[in-house]
């Protein structure tokens, strides 16, 4: 059985840091790209950033610079790196990975919630 766990949200005044875990379990036979999502109270999940199996990143237009997303697909485990936090990045944090046990699939974790206060 498959399972993607976030972990490390929190409180943070705004300016602050966290950094945000990703890591998947299971019978797993490669973990695939692996995107960070956010959603923010009573809006839709937004995309911020995704890294490849091979590492190339991509972050969503306002993010780039102040996320920073890594991974070690030796311990199938993906961060969130957050800097400058503002209160608008309060919302949970999902993240999606692709796992492939052995056919390719998309897997959802619960969520982890930041809140940034001002």
């Known amino acids: 059985q498959v399972r993607v766990e976030e972990s490390g949200g929190g409180l943070v005044q705004a300016g602050g840091s966290l950094k945000l875990t990703c890591k998947a379990s299971?019978?797993?036979?490669?973990?695939?790209?692996v995107e960070w999502y956010r959603q923010r109270p009573g809006e839709q999940r937004e995309s911020v950033a995704r890294?490849?199996?091979?590492?190339?990143?991509t972050y969503a237009d306002n993010e780039e610079g102040r996320f920073a997303i890594s991974r070690d697909n030796a311990e199938n485990t993906a961060w969130l790196e957050m800097f400058s936090l503002k209160p608008e990045d309060t919302g949970v944090y999902y993240c999606?990975?692709?796992?492939?046990?052995?056919?390719?699939?998309?897997?959802w974790g619960q969520g982890t919630q930041v809140t940034v206060s001002s």
């Open positions: 999606r990975a692709t796992i492939f046990a052995p056919i390719a699939d998309d897997y």
């Open positions: 299971g019978t797993i036979a490669r973990l695939g790209a």
């Open positions: 890294i490849s199996r091979t590492g190339k990143t």
